[in-house]
């Protein structure tokens, strides 16, 4: 199947950039804009795969402009960008014939303005499809943030949100349906920006899957029922992605997805100025409330400082008695008039690597940016300020900043800890092995592992199995833990005659020890069969990722958040891994050369 998709991608009709002379007005055309050439790569081929199973419609015009990746995905990439149109199973291709930059404004509403011409229908939905921040829109690098909505890694570039609103000025289109296929979209600064180019936006709140969007059940309810208008599609969506995340097999993550009326988003901003300005009249009497307001509400810490605007406002009751109403009148206006339709799916058997086992059920479809001081990275604060839309509401912008100041001289938060990591293993007989694994934690101070020594900032390890001579290693959280990352690696450092040839490796996750629940991952058959290179490249961190290496190994649940990191994200991941790895190779060494 994946041939064939690289057969219709690469040999195509040079003719068919005509066809659109002859083509007749449908009544929808979905433009999907794959910004694939990153880690991602493999994810476009699959989404493809999910359009290619459905069946056409003349009256619905699927088409796609995509990139794959040299480095991800090699067996499909032929350094060329692709525009095609999903029909009958196959992919009809218009050629371009060379490499765009997909993070291009000028790019983008090429693509808009080429699908409205060339497919002319009553009612148009744009789907942008690729790794996704909020308002910052890309990942953390270095200490500060990368611009970017759509990487393309490529031509080193990301779009900013202000690149994204330039590009659909540009194009000139107001969409019936804006749909973002990209994770913690679903916020108000990205909303307020873009309303007058949508009628109606789709997006999620928190973190996507790596599936993303089951194109297969959308575009199959829209050919079936082509006459929806874009709130009706829009509704599609945010049911068809909920419930294909809410049913086995799919079901160990949390997701959320929701729809908002484009045409109440000024009435929104009003509000919200209204709001900013009474919290930050009172913030100097009351601000140990409004504290405890925002440590209660909904969080989505995966952009550090984001939370649920709804939520929130549920939440201001207590704090008095004008901010009160005020935040009535809003949760009134996005209950009412802003948000159609929002759904969330708290899994059981999510694991948030963050802190512990978290969930989503006070999600109501819209975020909104509000952080402590701890959570603000170099100029952050002040690129926020620089947001179009927050200078157009200056009380609220103000309250941030007060807020944030404030927040500077209370006492550090903490997380709820007493979790446990732990990892055993046996030889392929399920008897003793005496093999050499080590379980490392990233925890947001640093990277640890047994053979440091058994205490961290955070938690406590047991003894390093070659001290102990006992086929495991655990690491138990204190009580109250810092906020942030708490991710296990586990590597196959050394093996031994007892253990053959290779040993089986089983990970446990007890998300609290007062109720000795727990998940599992494994077995894992290690060995150094296929081990990981000295020299990791980009490639190499991608491969690791996945699990693709004999010798290192990541559960399951990690491994999903790895894969649909940035490339940027997993490469610092990695690093500091392979730097304590390399250091625990060398002490290794001098203790042996004594």
């Not at 609290?512 to 060995?527: A, H, V």
């Amino acid at each position: 199947m994946f041939q064939s998709i690289l057969i219709a991608l690469v040999f195509t009709v040079s003719c068919s950039a005509l066809v659109h002379a002859g083509q007749q007005e449908a009544q929808w055309t979905v433009l999907i804009y794959m910004a694939g050439e990153n880690n991602l790569a493999s994810a476009v081929i699959g989404d493809l795969k999910e359009m290619l199973a459905t069946h056409s419609n003349p009256q619905v015009k699927v088409v796609v402009q995509a990139e794959v990746s040299r480095i991800y995905t090699p067996q499909f990439a032929d350094g060329v960008t692709h525009r095609f149109q999903i029909l009958n199973g196959s992919l009809k291709g218009f050629p371009l014939g060379y490499n765009v930059d997909m993070a291009s404004p000028a790019e983008l509403a090429s693509f808009i303005r080429w699908g409205v011409e060339t497919f002319p229908a009553r009612k148009y939905c744009l789907v942008l499809w690729d790794h996704g921040l909020g308002w910052m829109g890309g990942e953390r690098s270095g200490g500060g943030w990368n611009r970017g909505l759509l990487e393309d890694e490529g031509s080193h570039s990301f779009m900013s949100l202000a690149e994204l609103k330039t590009a659909l000025d540009e194009a000139g289109i107001t969409f019936d349906l804006i749909e973002f296929d990209a994770c913690l979209m679903g916020m108000w600064e990205v909303a307020a920006t873009i309303y007058n180019r949508a009628r109606y936006i789709s997006f999620s709140e928190t973190t996507e899957p790596g599936y993303g969007d089951p194109y297969d059940l959308i575009l199959g309810k829209l050919n079936r029922q082509p006459e929806m208008d874009g709130a009706e599609l829009g509704r599609v969506i945010v049911d068809q992605y909920v419930s294909y995340y809410s049913q086995s097999p799919h079901d160990r993550t949390n997701v959320t997805k929701s729809l908002i009326n484009s045409s109440h988003i000024p009435e929104l901003n009003s509000g919200l100025e209204r709001l900013g300005r009474a919290l930050d009249d009172i913030l100097a009497r009351k601000g140990q409330d409004i504290y405890s307001v925002r440590l209660a509400t909904q969080a989505f810490d995966k952009l550090p400082g984001s939370m649920d605007l709804w939520d929130f406002c549920d939440r201001l009751e207590s704090t008095d008695e004008a901010v009160k109403e005020l935040a009535k009148t809003l949760i009134g206006i996005l209950k009412n008039r802003v948000v159609m339709e929002s759904r969330h799916f708290t899994s059981p058997d999510y694991v948030d690597w963050s802190s512990g086992q978290g969930n989503v059920d006070h999600a109501h479809g819209l975020a909104t940016y509000l952080p402590y001081a701890d959570q603000i990275k170099g100029n952050e604060l002040e690129d926020y300020k620089d947001l179009q839309v927050v200078q157009t509401l200056p009380a609220w912008s103000k309250f941030i900043e007060d807020f944030v100041s404030y927040t500077g001289k209370v006492s550090s938060r903490t997380a709820p800890g007493n979790f446990i990591l732990a990892a055993y293993w046996t030889n392929p007989w399920g008897g003793r092995s005496g093999a050499d694994l080590d379980l490392y934690i990233i925890e947001p101070q640093g990277i640890y592992a047994p053979w440091m020594g058994q205490t961290t900032p955070n938690g406590f390890f047991s003894q390093d199995s070659t001290t102990s001579e006992n086929d495991y290693e655990t690491y138990l959280a204190r009580p109250e833990i810092t906020p942030g990352y708490y991710i296990p690696v586990i590597n196959l450092y050394d093996i031994n005659y007892m253990s053959g040839s290779s040993v089986y490796c089983y990970f446990i996750y007890l998300s609290d020890i007062s109720k000795w629940n727990w998940l599992s991952w494994g077995p894992k058959e290690m060995s150094f069969f296929n081990p990981a290179p000295s020299n990791w490249d980009d490639y190499v961190i991608y491969l690791l990722s996945i699990n693709y290496y004999s010798d290192w190994w990541i559960p399951t649940e990690v491994e999903k958040i790895l894969s649909r990191a940035s490339t940027e994200t997993q490469r610092n991941f990695w690093l500091q891994v392979k730097r304590e790895y390399d250091r625990h190779h060398a002490l290794t060494a001098r203790r042996n050369n004594q």
